[in-house]
C-alpha cells in the first residue's frame, strides 16, 4: 500500500497553483516504497486598501482544514498581493507620494508574506491552535521560492532578507529559500506581460524535482534506520550470547574446581580459581558498555 506523503503549496498566483495540479506527480516509487502525492493547494486571497491589507479569513478557514494531520513538505511563495495590483508600477506610485520612505517600508505595503499569515491567524482564534500546531511549530523543509525583480533586489526582498524573514515566524522550520529569477532564468530579466504563462509551468516542474528529492531522502533516511536496528539487534544478540555462556562455563567448571581445591589444601590453586572469577565477573560486567561503544 502506498504511503500518504503530504504536501501544502502556498501562493497568491491561482496560476501556479493549477500548474501544480497538471505538473507535480502523484505517485512515485523510490527504493521499491511507494509513495502517494497528497497536494494541498492553498490559495491566499488578499484584501483591503492601501495599508489595510490582510489576508482573508477563507484563507484560514481552508489552512484549518489542511491543518488536521501533519505536513512531509510545505512549500510556499514570499510575496502575496492583492489581485490586480502590479508591484513595480504600485511601488513607483507610492515613491511619489511618499517620498521619505524608503524602498523596503513602501514594499512592507505592497507586498505581504509568510510572517503574515502568522500574524493575521492570531487575529482568528477558532483556527490558530491547530494552524499552529501544524504550519507555524512545522519542523520539516520548508522551501520558499519567490521572483525577485533586479529593480527592487539590494532592497529588503533580497534573498538573505527574505529567508531571515520567514525563519523568524517560523523557527522549528528547516528554510530553504529558491530565487526564482536566478534558479529559472540565469538571472536574466522575466517579463511577466509575455511569459506569465511560462512561470507557472517552470516553477511547478522545478518544485515537482525538489519532491522528487525529498522523498529519495526520506527513503534514505527509513533504510538507515534500519540498518541501525539491525546492528543494534545483532549487538544485543552478542551481549546475550556471551552473558549466557560464561555464566554456564563458571557454574559448570570454575566452582566445582574451587571447592575440589579447597577440599585437598591447595589453597594456593583455589585463590587462583577466585581471581579468576573475579575477573570474569568484572567482565561480564563492563561488557555491555563496551560493546554499546563499539556500535
Known amino acids: 500500500m502506498a504511503k500518504a506523503f503530504r504536501i501544502l503549496v502556498v501562493d497568491d498566483k491561482k496560476p501556479v497553483l493549477e500548474a501544480m495540479k497538471d505538473w507535480i506527480e502523484h505517485n512515485y516509487n523510490v527504493a521499491n516504497e511507494d509513495y502517494r502525492i497528497e497536494l494541498l493547494l492553498l490559495h491566499v486571497d488578499v484584501l483591503g486598501e492601501e495599508n489595510e491589507y490582510q489576508i482573508s479569513v477563507k484563507t484560514f478557514e481552508k ?5 488536521q494531520k501533519p505536513f512531509n513538505l510545505i512549500l510556499a511563495d514570499f510575496g502575496f498581493v492583492k489581485q490586480g495590483i502590479n508591484t513595480i508600477e504600485e511601488l513607483d506610485r507610492l515613491k511619489v507620494l511618499n ?3 524608503s524602498v523596503r517600508e513602501l514594499i512592507d505595503r505592497i507586498i505581504l508574506n509568510p510572517s503574515h499569515i502568522v500574524n493575521d491567524c492570531i487575529r482568528h482564534p477558532k483556527y490558530y491552535k491547530r494552524i499552529k500546531k501544524q504550519f507555524v511549530d512545522f519542523k520539516g523543509n520548508l522551501y520558499v521560492y519567490t521572483y525577485i525583480p533586479s529593480k527592487i533586489e539590494r532592497e ?60 529519495a531522502e526520506l527513503t534514505i533516511r527509513k533504510i538507515n534506520e534500519v540498518k541501525d536496528q539491525f546492528v543494534k ?7 546475550v550470547t556471551i552473558t549466557t555462556i560464561l555464566p554456564s562455563i563458571i557454574a559448570g567448571v570454575f566452582i566445582p574446581s574451587l571447592f575440589t581445591s579447597i577440599e585437598k589444601g591447595n589453597y594456593t590453586i583455589a585463590i587462583a580459581f577466585l581471581l579468576m572469577l573475579v575477573c570474569i565477573v568484572g567482565a561480564l560486567t563492563l561488557l555491555p558498555r563496551w560493546l554499546e561503544s563499539t556500535k
Not at 489552512?63 to 491543518?67: D, G, H, K, R, S
Not at 539487534?233 to 551481549?239: E, H, S, T, V
Open 63 to 67: 489552512l484549518n482544514e489542511y491543518c
Open 99 to 101: 517620498p521619505k520612505c
Open 233 to 239: 539487534l545483532k549487538r544485543n544478540n552478542r551481549i
Open 156 to 215: 529588503y526582498t533580497s534573498a538573505d532578507v527574505r529567508k531571515n524573514v520567514t525563519n523568524k515566524h517560523f523557527p522549528s522550520a528547516n528554510i530553504l529559500l529558491i530565487d526564482a529569477r536566478k534558479e529559472l532564468f540565469n538571472n536574466s530579466k522575466f517579463d511577466g506581460k509575455h511569459d506569465g504563462e511560462y512561470y507557472p509551468f517552470l516553477i511547478s516542474k522545478y518544485l515537482s524535482k525538489i519532491i522528487h528529492i525529498e522523498i
